[in-house]
């Protein structure tokens, strides 16, 4: 499906389930998916549910269990501020000189808020932000299971990340694995986030009004392809009373890819136009989703923002634009909503 969002030029390819999506579903509010699953779109009816009752462990994206560990709200909420302070250290110290930021995106972006946030750890912590590891979580935790094991354990340091001297705390192999485990659910979705959807913005409406803000760039992206493009509750009592079209064994998928496009609630719904958000409160506009529900944000999103607009600063300051030659943009269906690559070169 070609979505009109983007510049005439450009064509949005999305995945043929996505496309169905948009194409079957939206300006619905309640729907049979499967057999098991409703999906729902409406906000009126998905703002219920999600008010309903707390996520459960297996449905936070971030902190579901980890080797069959749980993960406590408490140290998910002292690991996201650990973090959440690493972040603003990082975007408090002087930047590298002479950042180059052309090239493939969202890779690009990804490698430099790596180095630029996690530089100074380990290279096994650091190793755990490779993007080939999304291939498989084999793959991801054969590598894990390689950097417990090898000699040569960081020690705490003050010169470490916050996050790595967490880990290097771990003793013993299962802890370090454990700590290895968390410091990739903590991290990687920080630079996988912000550059996706950086590339995001810039496939949409690259190059921009001189006059509108990173914010509002950031927010109509989000708006029009939200990297959580979906919220999934599992079957629970409390759903039927919500809305009898569910039923008690129904899985429950909201779906903010929807809700964000619907007619209803957007003037020219698939249009990239920053400058709605002139007049929106992105916390209260209903139907807008991008980093959960009221009831429980995202605790994350005050790391996105302040990291997609120095991306955006950077980039918008040093002439750099989307590819004219590139007229695709392939969005595949990945839990991480994105165009799957976007050329940056230089303005000619």
């Given at each position: 499906?070609?979505?009109?969002?983007?510049?005439?030029?450009?064509?949005t390819?999305?995945?043929?389930r996505?496309?169905?999506?948009?194409?079957?579903?939206?300006?619905?509010?309640?729907?049979r998916?499967e057999?098991?699953?409703?999906?729902?779109a409406?906000?009126?009816v998905?703002?219920?549910i999600?008010a309903?009752?707390r996520?459960t462990e297996?449905?936070?994206?971030?902190?579901?269990?980890l080797?069959?560990?749980?993960?406590s709200?408490?140290e998910a909420?002292?690991?996201?501020?650990?973090?959440?302070?690493?972040v603003r250290e990082?975007?408090?110290?002087?930047?590298?000189?002479?950042?180059?930021?052309?090239?493939?995106?969202p890779?690009?972006?990804h490698?430099?808020l790596?180095?630029?946030?996690l530089?100074?750890?380990p290279?096994?912590?650091?190793m755990?932000m490779?993007r080939?590891l999304?291939?498989?979580?084999?793959?991801?935790w054969?590598?894990?299971?390689?950097?417990a094991?090898?000699?040569?354990?960081?020690?705490?340091?003050?010169?470490?990340?916050?996050l790595?001297?967490r880990?290097a705390?771990?003793?013993?192999?299962q802890?370090?694995?454990?700590?290895?485990?968390?410091y990739?659910?903590?991290?990687?979705?920080?630079?996988?986030?912000?550059?996706?959807?950086?590339?995001?913005?810039l496939?949409?409406?690259?190059?921009?009004?001189?006059?509108?803000?990173?914010r509002?760039?950031?927010?109509?992206?989000?708006?029009?392809?939200?990297?959580?493009?979906?919220?999934?509750?599992?079957?629970?009592?409390?759903?039927?009373v919500?809305?009898?079209?569910i039923?008690?064994?129904d899985?429950?998928?909201?779906?903010?890819?929807?809700?964000?496009?619907?007619?209803?609630?957007?003037?020219?719904?698939?249009?990239?136009?920053p400058?709605?958000?002139?007049?929106?409160d992105?916390?209260?506009t209903?139907?807008y989703?991008?980093?959960?529900?009221?009831?429980e944000?995202c605790?994350?999103?005050?790391?996105?923002?302040?990291?997609?607009?120095l991306l955006l600063d950077l980039?918008?300051?040093?002439?750099?634009?989307?590819?004219?030659?590139?007229?695709?943009?392939r969005?595949?269906?990945?839990?991480?909503?994105?165009?799957?690559?976007v050329?940056?070169?230089?303005?000619?």
């Amino acid at each position: 499906m070609a979505s009109s969002s983007a510049p005439p030029a450009r064509t949005t390819v999305f995945a043929p389930r996505l496309a169905a999506l948009l194409g079957e579903h939206l300006g619905r509010d309640v729907f049979r998916l499967e057999p098991d699953t409703i999906g729902v779109a409406g906000h009126e009816v998905a703002d219920r549910i999600l008010a309903a009752r707390r996520a459960t462990e297996t449905e936070r994206p971030t902190f579901k269990p980890l080797h069959g560990r749980s993960i406590s709200r408490a140290e998910a909420s002292a690991v996201t501020r650990t973090i959440g302070n690493d972040v603003r250290e990082a975007l408090a110290r002087p930047l590298p000189r002479h950042v180059d930021l052309a090239g493939p995106w969202p890779l690009t972006g990804h490698l430099f808020l790596r180095d630029l946030i996690l530089g100074q750890d380990p290279r096994r912590l650091r190793m755990l932000m490779s993007r080939t590891l999304e291939l498989t979580p084999k793959l991801t935790w054969s590598v894990i299971g390689v950097g417990a094991a090898l000699p040569g354990w960081p020690r705490p340091d003050a010169r470490l990340t916050g996050l790595a001297d967490r880990a290097a705390r771990a003793r013993g192999y299962q802890e370090r694995r454990y700590a290895m485990g968390v410091y990739r659910r903590a991290a990687a979705p920080v630079c996988f986030t912000v550059s996706t959807l950086v590339a995001n913005a810039l496939w949409l409406g690259a190059p921009f009004d001189e006059g509108a803000s990173h914010r509002n760039i950031i927010l109509e992206s989000l708006r029009l392809l939200p990297p959580s493009w979906n919220i999934l509750r599992n079957a629970s009592p409390e759903y039927p009373v919500v809305d009898s079209r569910i039923g008690a064994r129904d899985d429950v998928l909201l779906l903010p890819l929807l809700s964000h496009r619907d007619p209803a609630l957007w003037g020219e719904p698939d249009a990239f136009r920053p400058e709605r958000w002139d007049t929106l409160d992105p916390d209260a506009t209903p139907g807008y989703l991008p980093f959960g529900h009221a009831s429980e944000r995202c605790w994350g999103r005050h790391m996105v923002m302040p990291l997609a607009e120095l991306l955006l600063d950077l980039i918008r300051g040093s002439g750099l634009t989307v590819d004219p030659g590139q007229r695709a943009g392939r969005v595949p269906l990945l839990g991480l909503l994105g165009v799957e690559e976007v050329r940056l070169v230089r303005r000619r």
